[in-house]
């Protein structure tokens, strides 16, 4: 196989994938000659990589995180579920990217380290707009988030596996936070004092949307729950929504957080990474977003979810800073990190954006 110049954790997998790459291969390409293998994507949590096969056929091969993901082969037959029903609506609009199958039937593949694979047909011409996407590419992919949701809208929430039970539970985010204050178990407490406070007069949203959805103000709905624009992968040709992707987290949830992270991952001006200061809202990305997600999927919206969508992207916000600086002071154990202020500097910008939104 052709070897890249990587490093860091990747490199160590593909070093690892090497030795073991024979065992993986036969299980989904049976007497196929791989070509090459180069890490893609951004994700923070599975490590993905683009196969290319002797033949010119390529694939996207995933090493699922087992660490946070403990039951693949049910998360598995939630992809295969909603493919099925995505494929079976007539009016979906997007292509499905149905998982490929090893040779034994399964949808994913244990190796014998332990690891667990699984594999996904390359959409050729596409790509995934990495980061702050413009006005078209945001209109496009919340149109695509919107068509996603629509065609999901009559498949029982109760039939999916729940992946990550209490992902968007923030008010237990918090009781797990406040937790961590009381530890401070790596001693990085006295650095983040203000930001500590912020996050608990944020805690008000994150109380405010759980009332909705107790008293049954906001529905329970199949949502998708990582809805940044790379998840949406968009035609090279003229820019319109391919496919969306990465359906790790589609569980039963409220449209608050498929809408709320967009606003969170599409309107700022930089990237979750990016130290602050100076940021700013990009108002006709955000009216973009608006136009296209309501455009497919706004007719389904009640109301009150319709009047709640602004307070969705505040609690997506205040909990995706939560999420980042528990981590912080939990010691880096969740998210990648690439130096050892990360998670503070990914927690500071979100609580930058939280302020702009709130202004
Ligand atoms: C993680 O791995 P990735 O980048 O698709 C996380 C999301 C966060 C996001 C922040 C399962 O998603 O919830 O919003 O990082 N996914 C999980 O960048 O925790
Ligand atoms: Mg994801």
Request: proline fraction near 6%; include cysteine; charge should be negative.
């Amino acid at each position: 196989m052709d070897s890249i110049d990587l490093t860091g954790i990747q490199s160590k997998i593909l070093q690892m994938f090497n030795e073991i790459s024979q065992e993986i291969l036969d299980a989904f390409f049976p007497s196929t000659t791989p070509q090459s293998l180069q890490p893609t994507g951004e994700g923070l949590i599975n490590e993905t990589f683009l196969l290319q096969l002797q033949n010119q056929d390529r694939w996207i091969l995933q090493r699922i995180n087992t660490a946070l993901f403990q039951n693949p082969k049910a998360l598995m037959e939630n992809f295969v579920a909603i493919a099925c029903h995505l494929q079976a609506s007539h009016q979906y609009p997007l292509q499905v990217i149905h998982p490929h199958p090893t040779c034994f039937g399964h949808y994913h593949f244990e190796d014998s380290n332990g690891h667990c694979w699984r594999v996904f047909p390359y959409l050729e011409d596409t790509f995934a707009p990495v980061a702050l996407p413009s006005p078209e590419q945001a209109y496009e992919a919340a149109k695509g988030y919107g068509a996603f949701f629509k065609a999901l809208s009559d498949f029982p929430p109760e039939q999916l596996y729940q992946p990550l039970p209490g992902f968007h539970d923030t008010v237990s985010r918090y009781i797990s936070f406040k937790a961590i204050l009381e530890k401070d178990p790596v001693g990085r407490l006295n650095q983040v004092t203000k930001e500590v406070q912020l996050l608990l007069k944020a805690e008000q949203y994150a109380q405010e949307v759980h009332n909705l959805i107790q008293k049954g103000i906001l529905p329970t709905r199949v949502t998708h729950n990582d809805t940044k624009a790379g998840n949406v992968l968009l035609h090279r040709s003229n820019g319109s929504a391919a496919a969306v992707i990465d359906w790790d987290t589609v569980m039963p949830g409220t449209v608050l957080s498929d809408y709320g992270d967009m606003v969170r991952t599409f309107v700022p001006d930089r990237v979750e990474d990016a130290p602050i200061p100076g940021f700013q809202l990009r108002k006709e990305v955000w009216q973009a977003l608006d136009t296209g997600f309501l455009e497919t999927a706004g007719y389904q919206l009640l109301p009150a979810e319709r009047s709640s969508l602004k307070l969705g992207a505040k609690w997506i916000v205040t909990e995706q800073a939560l999420r980042f600086l528990t981590d912080y002071l939990a010691g880096d154990v969740y998210y990648k990190t690439k130096h050892s202020e990360h998670n503070l500097e990914r927690a500071c910008n979100q609580l930058e954006l939280l302020r702009l939104l709130e202004r």
